[in-house]
T-cell receptor
Framework: DADVTQTPRNRITKTGKRIMLECSQTKGHDRMYWYRQDPGLGLQLIYYSFDVKDINKGEISDGYSVSRQAQAKFSLSLESAIPNQTALYFC????????????FGPGTRLLVL | SQQGEEDPQALSIQEGENATMNCSYKTSINNLQWYRQNSGRGLVHLILIRSNEREKHSGRLRVTLDTSKKSSSLLITASRAADTASYFCATASRGSGYSTLTFGKGTMLLVSP
C-alpha cells in the first residue's frame, strides 16, 4: 500500500464550485505539505503543517485553505475554484528533523472549467 | 519565487552516456536535495547533500555542491532508458528556518535506447 495517498486522482469542476482534495499518510510523519505544479514549472508551496495544531501559508496560499484533521490527514480546499487553479496538486510528508526528505503522493489532476 | 534554477531545461542523450544537470540557488542553504519525477507522478527523493559537503555518491548518481558559487550538479552515469524523467533540485534555506523546501523548475531528461 502507498504511504501517501491522495483523493481524488482526477477531478473536473466548474468555476465557482467548492472542491476539497484529501491527503492521508501512513508514515507517521508530523509534517505535511500541499504543492501545486503547472506544466513546465517546478512545485510551488501552498500550505504546510508541522503538527495537528500548526498551519502555515506557503508562497501561493491565496484562494486556498487547509485543514489538518489528524496527524495522518491534511486536506486542501478551493472555496471558489477558478480556471487558473487548473494544475497538478501534490501532497507530501516529512519527518521533523532539519535534514528531512519529503515523500510525495501520486498527485491530483484538477481541471477547472 | 523559486530558489533553484536548473540548467539545461531539457537534455536528450543516448543510453550509456552520462547526463549532467546543474542547479543554481540564491540564498544560504542548510542542504540541497535532488528529486526525480516520472511523467505526471509524484516526486521521489534521490539524494541529499549538506552545506558542508562537497560531493556525494549514491549508485550511479554523483552530486557536487559549491556553496561559494551557490551551485550544484547531478551526474547520472551510464544512463538507461528508465532514467527518462524530470529532475528537480530543492533547497532548505535559512530564510525559511530550514523548515521547507524550495524547488526549481527542473530538467527534463530523455534517454533514448
Amino acid at each position: 500500500d502507498a504511504d501517501v495517498t491522495q483523493t481524488p486522482r482526477n477531478r473536473i469542476t466548474k468555476t465557482g464550485k467548492r472542491i476539497m482534495l484529501e491527503c492521508s499518510q501512513t508514515k507517521g510523519h508530523d509534517r505535511m505539505y500541499w504543492y501545486r505544479q503547472d506544466p513546465g514549472l517546478g512545485l510551488q508551496l501552498i500550505y504546510y503543517s508541522f503538527d495537528v495544531k500548526d498551519i502555515n501559508k506557503g508562497e501561493i496560499s491565496d484562494g486556498y485553505s487547509v485543514s489538518r484533521q489528524a496527524q495522518a490527514k491534511f486536506s486542501l480546499s478551493l472555496e471558489s475554484a477558478i480556471p487558473n487553479q487548473t494544475a497538478l496538486y501534490f501532497c507530501a510528508t516529512s519527518g521533523s528533523g532539519q535534514e528531512e526528505t519529503q515523500y510525495f503522493g501520486p498527485g491530483t489532476r484538477l481541471l477547472v472549467l | 519565487s523559486q530558489q533553484g534554477e536548473e540548467d539545461p531545461q531539457a537534455l536528450s542523450i543516448q543510453e550509456g552516456e552520462n547526463a549532467t544537470m546543474n542547479c543554481s540557488y540564491k540564498t544560504s542553504i542548510n542542504n540541497l536535495q535532488w528529486y526525480r519525477q516520472n511523467s505526471g507522478r509524484g516526486l521521489v527523493h534521490l539524494i541529499l547533500i549538506r552545506s558542508n559537503e562537497r560531493e556525494k555518491h549514491s549508485g550511479r548518481l554523483r552530486v557536487t555542491l559549491d556553496t561559494s558559487k551557490k551551485s550544484s550538479s547531478l551526474l547520472i552515469t551510464a544512463s538507461r532508458a528508465a532514467d527518462t524523467a524530470s529532475y528537480f533540485c530543492a533547497t532548505a534555506s535559512r530564510g525559511s528556518g530550514y523548515s521547507t523546501l524550495t524547488f526549481g523548475k527542473g530538467t527534463m531528461l530523455l534517454v533514448s535506447p
